[in-house]
């Protein structure tokens, strides 16, 4: 499994623009083969700030994701708006499990 973790700084006068397409492939990347998990949020702390989150079953399926004309075009627009900073990480995930928190 793999995932992605992803921080996208934005210019102010952008962020909502950036938030309103990215709307658009939410339920179609649902939808792909391979796909476990995909959500895009704003920080609640800085309303310029974008987290993305995913998690892919193979390395074959994120890269049919990013040839996807949904993601083709989402990341045309991208190059339309000013990105202040970017952070993405992929982590190779060799186990994963539910988080069990310690009994106070």
């Known amino acids: 499994m ?3 973790s992803a921080k ?3 210019a102010p006068k952008d962020a909502a623009a950036y938030v309103a397409a990215a709307q658009k492939i939410i339920a179609l990347t649902h939808e792909e083969p391979g796909c476990l998990r995909y959500a895009i949020a704003v920080d609640v702390n800085d309303a310029n700030v974008i987290w993305i989150s995913e998690q892919w079953e193979s390395e074959d399926a994120l890269m049919a994701h990013l040839a996807m004309p949904h993601i083709v075009e989402f990341m045309a627009f991208c190059g339309t708006v000013e990105i202040t900073g970017m952070d ?15 009994e106070s």
């Open 2 to 4: 793999l995932a992605i």
């Open 8 to 10: 996208i700084e934005l």
């Open 88 to 102: 993405v990480v992929k982590y190779d995930v060799s186990a994963a499990g539910p988080l069990v928190l310690p």
